[in-house]
């Protein structure tokens, strides 16, 4: 049985982001209740998370798989055990994945190089954040009918491009979908090379829209990026880079992987605004991380034959 | 002075206009028409006109260093007397520093300034709002906000950086908000003195700053320029190295950079003096940087001079060198200055001098600094063969702290025009005159 890592999504190519986009409508609707039957799926999770850790023991229980969950208290990981040493007695204890979470980007890639079972990054440092990317696209082809409707469409990324995992995994998976990118921060906030990348660089959520975007894809704002070094302050990071009801009436969607600093990058009445995505973005989480976990075990091949 | 009810043309008849920016250089008739230079030619005639037989007329001065003192120390200058101390010293813009009390580093501040400005000065006087909050080199100023409500650039002029991090984020995000940087370059942990850290300094037994607090500021922020794209101005440069440095990065970086009449014509030789009034900062340096500085503006290195207009009340420089504050009064002196001391020594052309105090600011603030048809009549009369002697009673400032007090000086601005209204006028009656 073929079993494969999932650590970036700059790995991850067109037909295959279909296939998991398919496979996540049919987990979606119901098929394959019990792929991963008779599996072990680890989470291990050396950094907080809320969403991402729940819609992945969701994902995996529906599908019928061993839970456990290591995170960083209550495990030998409070006691500093390295993280390779974790993810080898994970391996040797019969792990058929491990889901990784880690603060320092490349853990996940690490890991992998030292277990046998695949490992699927959920979040390194400002690293990846490659299931991210996937129920966004998933998110986005509903919304827009499909997957082929994403091509050509423009999505501004607004706000922490520089520390946030989240856009380096969507700005590849936008790519492969075919929609145009650009990218709308201060430069303190944006990676050196981001226009030698090819990416338009935009100075407000205003001039996102005169560009055309269909999409406003929100980036969450750091607490400790607040303290006036990046950013002067919340009042004029939230005037520009901000989304507001008044933004509403181009029509654009709004996304936001969560959690949202409300009244910082997006106003409290557009988080749940029809034109806002974002619950429909949580929502998707499992029904991708099943497809993904499916796929990378290989259990996707038994239940496909 | 004009009268109301004349009409908005004036003819300038026989003037010597120089202008490196046009390339203007001879005697001609100058037609100004609703604000703005309509005409340059011969035998011009209007319904009014200056008989400027033996002047020259410039583009106007432009200053982008200066202190108003306002808001918080009216008492040493306020927009009236510092923009009135411009005029007369031949200036027809400014830029206004943000190290005043309050601070001028929220939008509320700026417009309440930009709004005075319109108002009191009698130039133009772009507003400039501090880079950090409070001036304290820790979080950034709003810059969008601030250039919204009317800030023309940003600058923490008085200070150094308290580090290189923070500078360099300060010109990601100043680059961001499209707000050009004016920065003091000065290590703090170098610069402990209180006077140039030379000969002079140990013989007076004053500590001293080191020509390094300057240089190896510079090069961090000529460094940080190039690599951020910021568009950056070094102000009062006054060294030799920092001036070299500046030259190196020249094709590297949008820099530009400055230095003041002061480093180019004294040295720390007053140091010696041991006299209140010559403390300043940067201070006076030895001769070798003083020459150094003269020709990186010769050569066009060092792009313009600004001024550094700094006063101060009396009771902060009648005081032992130590314990006086550091600055000098400068709008009213600085043409004449270098005029007696540089182009009569022989070691500026007049023509790089014009270039220097009005096209080359007059292009960085923006649609000032050349006589072209159609721009602004912002200009500066001068009458190169007046002599007069530097006195508390000629200074119109509301400070009287010049080094230059007591010297004679050859050249003296005679009138000075803002979009064709004469805002300081020693003509006399000609100003006026009817043909």
Redesign the interface.
Known sequence: METRSLLTLEDVGREEIREILDLARAFAEGRFVDSLENKTVCLAFFEASTRTAVSFELAARRSGALVISLSEKGSAIVKGESLIDTVVTLDRLGADVIVLRHQAAGAAALASRHTSAPVINAGDGCGQHPTQALLDLYTLSDALGGFEALQGRRVAIVGDVLHSRVARSVIPGFLQAGMEISLVAPLTLLPPDADALGLRVLCSVDEALEWGADVIYMLRLQRERMTGALIPSVAEYARFYGVSRRHLVSGALVMHPGPVNRGVEISGDVVLDASSLIPDQVAAGVCVRSAVLALSTGAAQSVAA | MLRDNDSAELVIRQVHVLDPATGLDGTMDVRISSGRIAEIGEQLRGPRELDADGLHLFPGFVDVHAHWRTPGREDEEDIQSGSAAAAAGGFTSVVMMPNTDPIVDSPVVVSGLVRRVERESRVRAHVSAALH?GLAG????????LKQAGAFCVSDDGLGTTSAG?LR?AM??A???GMPVILHCEDHTLATGVVHDGVAASLAGLPGSPASAEDSATATALILAA??GAKVHITHVSTALSAALVGFFEDRAEVTADTTPHHLTLTEDLVSTLDGLYRVNPPLRPDGDRGGVERALREGVLDFVATDHAPHASEEKELPIEEAAPGFLGHETAFTVLYTDLVLGGRLPLGRLIQAMSCAPGRWVGGAGSLDVGAPADLTLVDLSEEWTVGRGTLVSRSSNSPYLGRMLKGRVVGTIVGGEPVHDRTGARFGAHA
Do not use: F, G, Q
Request: charged fraction near 35%.
């Open positions: 909050v820790e979080r950034l100023t709003e810059m969008r906000l923070v984020n990601l995000y680059r961001s908000a690599e951020t």
